[in-house]
């Protein structure tokens, strides 16, 4: 079965400075992966989509790459702010093929930036 | 904001009892899935609802059973409460053949089970 593995649990750098964030995924590759943001408390929002057809992907400060043959995504926040700490999750489809909304989390790295 | 409510915000039980949890999803989204957090996991799926029928489950037992009204809300039950039911619930809503893939979250019910 599909495993998601998020390389660091936590993750601490400066302000100012780019965070990147690696997720490994161990069996088919999906059609598409995304990226989530939670905070404390809350329930996970919504960051980006990258399909398999995408190597990039980028919005507003955020980054994501896809590489099918790696079966590994980059995440990565440049210009890092106080704001940006939260924990972050990588989430992959069930289906290999379809949209079916069911979806498999990895266990998410805690981003910690410092002023 | 998500749109996406749940309550209750926080529930405390006891072994063996029964649980209901409440969600409500964005106007219009069709599908809501059930996930269930533990303390520094990932959200792990439970099941999911399509148009008011069970349309996928998780490696999850039968003492996990859902319901999707047509008014956009939700419910999860659980059965026969085990301690290792403790945990974040989250539902998340969508508009499944939109194109749009991302789930909306609600904030979720802490359930705590003593």
């Known amino acids: 079965s599909q495993k998601i593995e998020q390389n660091s649990e936590a993750l601490n750098i400066q302000e100012g400075k780019t965070a990147t964030l690696t997720c490994n995924y161990t069996?088919?590759?999906?059609?598409?992966l995304q990226w989530y943001r939670q905070d404390p408390g809350r329930g996970p929002v919504f960051l980006l989509l990258?399909?398999?057809?995408?190597k990039e992907k980028r919005k507003e400060r955020l980054k994501v790459t896809f590489d099918t043959t790696l079966k590994q995504s980059l995440f990565h926040i440049t210009a890092s702010q106080p704001a940006d700490s939260a924990t972050y999750l990588c989430?992959?489809?069930?289906?290999?093929?379809?949209?079916?909304?069911?979806?498999?989390f990895g266990q998410g790295t805690t981003l910690q930036v410092k002023p | 904001e998500t749109g996406v409510t749940q309550s209750p915000t926080h529930l405390i039980k006891t072994r063996g009892q029964q649980v209901t949890l409440r969600c409500s999803s964005q106007?219009?989204?069709?599908?809501v899935s059930w996930y269930q957090q533990a303390l520094g996991q990932g959200p792990q799926f439970i099941f999911q609802?399509?148009?008011?029928?069970?349309?996928g489950r998780g490696n999850f037992p039968p003492r996990f059973s859902g319901l999707q009204f047509p008014n956009y809300s939700s419910e999860l039950n659980v059965n026969a409460l085990e301690l290792d039911d403790s945990a974040l619930y989250l539902c998340?809503?969508?508009?499944?053949?939109?194109?749009?893939?991302?789930?909306?979250f609600g904030p979720g019910t802490r359930l705590t089970v003593l």
């Open positions: 998340a809503s969508t508009f499944r053949t939109s194109g749009r893939n991302e789930q909306f």
């Open positions: 069996n088919y590759s999906p059609a598409y």
């Open positions: 990258i399909r398999e057809n995408e």
């Open positions: 989430a992959l489809d069930m289906s290999p093929s379809s949209n079916t909304g069911k979806l498999i």
């Open positions: 106007s219009g989204h069709n599908t």
């Open positions: 609802y399509y148009r008011e029928e069970e349309n």
